[in-house]
């Protein structure tokens, strides 16, 4: 295979491509929602532990895209590595985890909108999810009208959320109060090293506490970048794929750093836990002025919507590729006259529906939403690292094996830590899975194994565990 390519894509679009396709909500709350859980010192670390497990995870998928290229999607080397149980479970987790994203979305477009119209401001209010909804479903239909997103819009999108955010950047770094950060900084970073106390009662906890209050955030926002990575295949050099890969995602480590971190120098911890939802309009707004919040919000709306627009198309992208290969039902592949897998987008869209009407029954609608979306998604991840590992023992190549068990270790132990309330609820969406599994099975009169049905078993318990948990209010969402 030629090493250049004369039709593809150049370094620094590559780039360009890996960072937005990354950012889309997240970033527009960061301020608030490390602030949530931990002081200056201990989000720096655990930046540069997410930022680096991330490095690893992306360093597979590349490794995957060049050396697999006849494998398309994440869930396909979770199949090539493990059989078709596992190509099933990654699909699904991605489908999961892509629409879960969806709802985070949608009450962050809302807590946007409400800067213009206060009745939205909390995102699950009944006007917010009634707007939501109906926002929900325009998208589903544009897409079952067979709408691609034309390059054009992607690269306007890309402009108009980074713009506001480098505007953020720089108005946050001339406002910065530098007694508050120094002070706060070295106070808590050298109170916590210590083991003891931070300044602050509200993150009263020590450091590793505080990573782990940051570790399901700071994975949400990097949440994308498998897609990226896998268009680093169409890179105009082979080894640009590598390159943009790193580049793009030490770019991305920079920018939420520098997003997140500096806020702390200009309000008190305790003032930046209170700051309304989303944390970078209220800021800037405090910044520069109610121009300066209309400015962020219609970025971050424009934002969101392009991030939404392409996350309603990838789901069923995902879906579609899984009845193909007899790991759902026929049904989710049917095409319409638009060429839309139509029945998965109605599926997906009714899915959504639900959720977002559960939203009002829950204080913290954003957070659930994006920590279940990447909790599930985790499940993907897992199995691209365990197929990365495999390979690289069965190459006995220590660069190939090294990504893959650095990528597992650290997506499991970010999950057992932070999120596993999170991914008890996602073996519930598994049931539902499951089920359809069963009739794909039958359709492509393939059997199911003894150990595809053991492990259902054992998440269908699991299932039930987490519903009389929930019924019982001892897990609480
Ligand atoms: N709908 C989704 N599944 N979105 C996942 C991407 C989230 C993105 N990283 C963000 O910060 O907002």
Known sequence: MADTKDHGIALPALVALVISSAIG???????????????????????????????????????????????????????????????FISGWGYWLSAWLGNVAFATMLMSALGYF?????????????????????????????????????????????????????????????????????WQNMSTNVGGKLVFSSATGTGIADQIKNCVMAMMWVFVGIEGATMMAARAKKKSDAGKATIIGLISLLIIYMVVSILPYGYLSLQELQHVQHPALLYLFESMTGPIGGAFISIGLIISILG?????????????????????????????????????????????????????????????????????????????????QLKLGLQLKKLSVILPGLIAVVFEVTAIVFSGMQYLWL????????????????????????????????????????????????????
């Open 25 to 87: 909500a997240g970033i527009f709350d960061l301020p608030a929602t490390l602030a949530q859980g931990a002081t200056p010192g201990a989000a720096i670390l655990a930046w540069v532990i997410t930022g680096f497990g991330i490095l690893m995870l992306a360093l597979s998928l590349n490794n995957l895209v060049l050396n697999k290229p006849e494998l398309t999607g994440v869930s396909d080397y979770a199949r090539a590595g493990f059989g078709d149980f596992a190509g």
């Open 117 to 185: 119209f206060p009745a939205l401001k909390s995102g699950n209010s009944v006007p917010a999810i009634v707007l939501a909804s109906l926002v929900s479903w325009a998208l589903t239909l544009l897409v079952t009208r067979g709408i691609e997103s034309a390059a054009a819009i992607n690269t306007i999108v890309t402009i108009t959320k980074l713009v506001p955010i480098f505007a953020f950047v720089v108005v946050a770094i001339l406002s910065l109060k530098a007694g508050v950060f120094t002070a706060h900084f």
């Open 307 to 387: 991030a939404w627009l392409s996350w309603t198309m990838l789901p069923v992208e995902a879906t579609s590729l899984m009845a193909e290969q007899g790991l759902l039902p026929k049904w989710f592949g049917v095409l319409n006259k638009y060429r839309a897998p139509q029945h998965s987008l109605l599926l997906t869209q009714v899915l959504i529906q639900i959720f977002l009407i559960t939203l009002l029954f829950t204080d913290e609608a954003y957070n659930f939403a994006y920590s279940l979306c990447t909790a599930a998604i985790v499940v993907c991840y897992v199995l691209v690292g365990a197929y």
């Open 426 to 477: 996602c073996t519930i969406l598994y049931v539902l899975g499951f089920m359809l599994y069963v009739r794909a099975r039958r359709e492509v009169q393939q059997a199911i194994s003894k150990t595809e049905l053991m492990m259902m078993g054992v998440v269908i318990v699991l299932a039930l565990g987490a519903i009389v948990a929930l019924a019982t209010g001892n897990l609480k969402i």
